[in-house]
């Protein structure tokens, strides 16, 4: 694993301004190795609704046998190492996994009203522990979502687990809908529904300056990665890109199409990571789901 070190913000850039967290997280330079492995998949979603349950994933702290085990469930805020486990069926910590895009553990974090986002990668420890440093702003309901495919179950769930930092606490709503969102001297657009049932087609493109990106690079295996999160009760979907990098017909933006299911209708936050001049930024948009129709 990497030893590289993180440097958060909150994401999430509002199109209402009512809330200053835009930011982003310092390149991963542990990433620019080589990711020709990848090429040849195709879009697709973790953690979105593919086990026996029919559940969306990160709803549940435990599932086929798997638990995501806090070290601590309060916390203060700021800078703070977050440490975990993943207990297995044998209630014992589970240090074997299969890696997805290039990592065995994705955690992602959120706050509950979807303004905040992290998406970082721990480090394992021989005895099972995952540990990460976390800067968690400010007070208020977190949820943590673990992206693994333990090697002994064969395949990929989310668990998710509550995180309360300790303070004074004020909620605010779900970010409003909007199609543009500003990162940084970024501007991403948005384009397309989000749709239950046979995936729609969203279409983000990144601007800088008003120049069309077209040197997008490559993150985690893919020009870009994409969280959903529904509001209220923070359901989660990690959508991966149409195409790869290397595939010989994937443009490096700038525009990057994701399939995307939602699983159901609702209200949700998107936030999509993309790396580019060495860094990697978040957009987030929040948008709403329709059942889909057929004709
Ligand atoms: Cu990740």
Do not use: C, K
Request: charged share 15%; no cysteine; net charge negative.
């Amino acid at each position: 694993m990497s030893t590289h070190t993180h440097d958060q913000h909150a994401h999430g850039t509002h199109a209402n301004g009512g809330h200053a967290n835009g930011g982003h997280v310092a390149a991963d330079q542990a990433q620019a190795h080589a990711h020709a492995g990848h090429g040849g998949h195709t879009a697709h979603a973790h953690g979105g609704g593919d086990h026996p349950a029919g559940l969306p994933g990160g709803l549940q702290i435990t599932q086929d046998g798997y638990t995501l085990d806090l070290a601590e469930t309060v916390v203060r805020p700021g800078d703070l190492d977050l440490r975990f486990r993943i207990l297995g069926p044998d209630g014992r910590p589970v240090t074997d996994y299969t890696s997805i895009h290039d990592r065995d553990l994705h955690l992602i974090v959120a706050q509950r009203e979807l303004t905040g986002f992290w998406h970082v990668h721990p480090e394992l420890a021989d005895d099972g522990t995952w540990s990460v440093r976390l800067h968690l702003p400010e007070a208020g309901a977190y949820r943590v979502f673990t992206d693994i495919a333990p090697t002994a179950l064969g395949r990929t769930i989310t668990l998710g687990a509550d995180l309360a930092v300790a303070g004074d606490y004020d909620p605010r709503p779900t970010p409003a809908p909007n199609r543009a969102a500003v990162v940084d001297d970024y501007e991403v657009t948005l384009d397309g529904d989000l749709t239950t049932g046979a995936g729609g087609l969203l279409t983000l493109t990144v601007r800088r300056n008003g120049v069309p990106v077209t040197d997008l690079q490559p993150y985690l295996g893919a020009y870009g990665h994409l969280v959903v999160l529904r509001a209220g009760d923070l359901a989660y979907v990690h959508v991966h890109p149409n195409g790869a990098p290397g595939d010989g017909v994937t443009a490096p933006g700038p525009a990057v199409t994701f399939h995307t299911a939602a699983p159901g209708v609702g209200t949700y936050r998107l936030f999509l990571d993309f790396r580019h001049d060495d860094t990697v930024r978040t957009a987030a948009f929040t948008l709403t789901a329709a059942a889909h129709h057929h004709h």
